[in-house]
């Protein structure tokens, strides 16, 4: 039986240690970090063995929104536009602005699914407002939850469609943060009325399969506590108010918008609501270091049983089927919305 999280490897090869903690732990996923993505071939023999260790075909996930967002890096892997590149073209035309964002999602779950990555952290969700920090910035598809969530059902679509299942990001709401979740914890000061025009976005896509917290404190709701660890928050806002019924993952546990061991985060955040955790230990570069984070937090993983594994489930489904494509014709047609991107590799 799988365990609640998602952990992460610490390079472009499996090391024994590594192998050791998902034969032992069997987390549910395993996300890819840009450090261990070098090239086709190296990506497709670290997926076996992380197959092999876990001994099923784990959900593997990776971030690649396209723009900076982008683990699979060029030259290796093509240029994807950012999300306000597809808002852009959406001013403009927003029937061109769906099938371009449609297409470039569908691109994507093409490359992906041929690594045998099934899960992708995208689309990102957020409108972010005038003075807000740039965490979120050219990554978000605009500034009306309309447009925002239009495009955004248009990238799950499009991954779908490749049997790649997409994580909206950051329920509730990250655009009105004014400092980095990776470094400390934000706290949004905005009220109810302002908070509203967010939720509406996320409500809008309130189907999609997967989800991930924002580490950020709404001040006007459970002040001083991220949404990730804050029962409120997901109970009353990201189930109830916004009507999210799919998995719920956290952010990254590692980031420093959360206090207390990982153990404590961990613990904290299953309590409130999430489903699964995911860590990826950004912040580190030693191997050994990396393993430690992930036996804690694995250690600290329940069982994914009940209703969580229910909607796991139908978030692997997703990744079971993938429609008849040809990527050359999908090519010459998605150059001729962004001609400065995406040449195929």
């Not at 900076?68 to 590149?85: M, N, Q, S």
């Not at 069982?303 to 139908?314: D, I």
């Amino acid at each position: 039986m799988p365990k609640a999280c998602i952990l992460s490897v610490s390079g472009a090869v499996l090391n024994e240690g590594e192998a050791a903690l998902l034969r032992a732990h069997h987390p549910w996923g395993v996300i890819l970090m840009g450090r261990s993505c070098v090239s086709r071939e190296q990506v497709r023999r670290l997926v076996a063995d992380i197959w092999e260790a876990t001994g099923r075909e784990t959900l593997i996930f990776i971030d690649q929104e396209g723009g900076r967002v982008a683990r699979l890096k060029a030259p290796e892997w093509p240029l994807f536009p950012r999300g306000a590149d597809y808002a852009a073209l959406y001013a403009e035309d927003p029937a061109l602005g769906r099938e371009a964002c449609w297409l470039g999602h569908r691109l994507i779950a093409a490359e992906l699914a041929g690594l045998s990555i099934h899960a992708d952290c995208a689309p990102v969700v957020d409108l972010p407002v005038p003075g807000a920090h740039d965490v979120i910035g050219d990554r978000a598809f605009g500034t009306e939850p309309d447009v925002a969530a239009d495009l955004a059902q248009s990238a799950l679509d499009g991954l779908a469609a490749g049997g790649v299942a997409g994580v909206i990001k950051h329920i509730p709401g990250h655009g009105r943060s004014m400092s980095d979740s990776h470094l400390e914890l934000p706290k949004v000061t905005a009220g109810d009325n302002e908070l509203a025009k967010d939720f509406d976005a996320f409500r809008r896509v309130a189907g999609a399969p997967m989800a991930m917290t924002a580490h950020i404190a709404y001040e006007a709701y459970d002040p001083g506590k991220a949404a990730t660890v804050s029962s409120y928050m997901i109970r009353e806002i990201i189930r109830g108010r916004i009507g999210f019924d799919g998995l719920l993952m956290t952010d990254d546990l590692g980031m420093r918008a959360l206090g207390g061991s990982l153990t404590d985060r961990a613990k904290a955040a299953i309590a409130a609501g999430c489903d699964v955790l995911l860590h990826c230990s950004g912040f580190l570069k030693d191997p050994a270091d990396i393993l430690a984070e992930m036996t804690e937090v694995a250690e600290a993983s329940p069982a994914l049983v009940g209703k969580p594994a229910k909607r796991a489930a139908a978030a692997e489904a997703i990744t079971h089927h993938a429609d008849p494509f040809e990527p050359a014709t999908a090519w010459r047609r998605f150059r001729d919305f962004f001609p400065q991107l995406g040449a195929a590799a």
